[in-house]
């Protein structure tokens, strides 16, 4: 199984005629995911090529949902158009849309949350890289082959990068799902949410949750796991060596005392009994540590 994304999942894509819409989708399929449409007012009509399949452009979002049964939409559209973006992704019924897109403004971001929240659709983002179900499904810019395998893990990062780096180093394992929430102020799924579903979803056996400086989404993830989760989980905080005061990487997060810092995060985790990595490669350390000697895994 996996979550949120599946096989079963079929994808739109706003702003697919775009630059970087062309080359993800492409990757998209690449990687298995039924892309059934794009969207693009201008373009409707048209169908692109990509590589032996076709893909259809529609007008609107309810348009390629009503004409493709597609139930997620992934959104490469410029911030400024970003709110009405998702705002018609919501008043069509899509189930769930991923917001690749940075630097839309934290107003729009309220805005567009609160507006999809009561009509029933899940957002991933935005500023995010998506969420990938190896094997099933790849919704976003998430390379497939850093992590090619289904497995037994389940990731959730508010860090891109650093989603890839642990997808990489623990790609022998596999994943059954790894969703990057994004690192803005506000977003739209959290470490809490993606912690509730790997929790009820039988084919992961451990979480690494990797969160950074800044705000405290990690303390609250912490205290909902202490309460809710059954399963291990690992975690990483990065951002160890930020300096006090300092206004520290896409997250904007800023460090004051020791409200926000890793150390502070790491605390948090740590008396939720969740293990805490260092450095992405000592968090996959003690992700295989775990494994061995829960007798799931041998290695040196």
Request: charged share 20%; glycine share 14%; aromatic share 4%.
């Amino acid at each position: 199984m996996a979550i949120f994304l599946t096989k079963e999942s079929r994808v739109l894509v706003q702003g697919m005629t775009g630059g970087e819409g062309m080359k993800h989708t492409r990757r998209m399929l690449a990687a298995g995911t039924d892309v059934v449409g794009g969207v693009n007012p201008r373009k409707a009509g048209r169908t692109v090529d990509f590589d032996d399949r076709s893909v259809p452009v529609f007008g609107s979002v309810g348009e390629g949902m009503a004409a493709t049964g597609a139930d997620v939409t992934v959104l490469f559209v410029p911030p400024p158009f970003a709110k009405a973006a998702v705002i018609e992704a919501a008043d069509a019924g899509a189930g769930l849309a991923v917001v690749i897109t940075e630097g839309i403004p934290v107003h729009d971001a309220v805005v567009f949350h609160a507006y999809a929240r009561k009509r029933g659709t899940r957002i991933i983002g935005p500023n995010c890289p998506g969420l990938i179900s190896p094997g099933q499904s790849n919704a976003g810019i998430i390379p497939a082959d850093i992590a090619a395998k289904p497995g037994r893990i389940g990731l959730v990062s508010k860090s891109g990068t650093l989603t890839y780096q642990l997808m990489y180093e623990l790609r022998e394992i596999g994943f059954s799902s790894a969703v990057g929430i994004g690192g803005d102020p506000v977003v739209g799924t959290t470490h809490i949410d993606c912690l509730a579903a790997f929790e009820d979803d039988p084919d992961t056996e451990l979480v690494v949750l990797i969160g950074e400086i800044g705000g405290d989404a990690e303390e609250r993830a912490a205290a909902y796991a202490a309460s809710h989760v059954t399963k291990p989980v690992i975690g990483y905080i990065a951002g160890f060596t930020a300096p006090e005061g300092r206004t520290m990487g896409h997250a904007g997060a800023i460090v004051s005392g020791s409200s926000g810092t890793a150390e502070a995060k790491r605390k948090a985790l740590e008396a939720a009994g969740i293990a805490v990595g260092s450095t992405p490669s000592e968090t996959a350390r003690l992700v295989l540590d775990h494994l061995a000697a829960a007798g799931d895994l041998t290695h040196n």
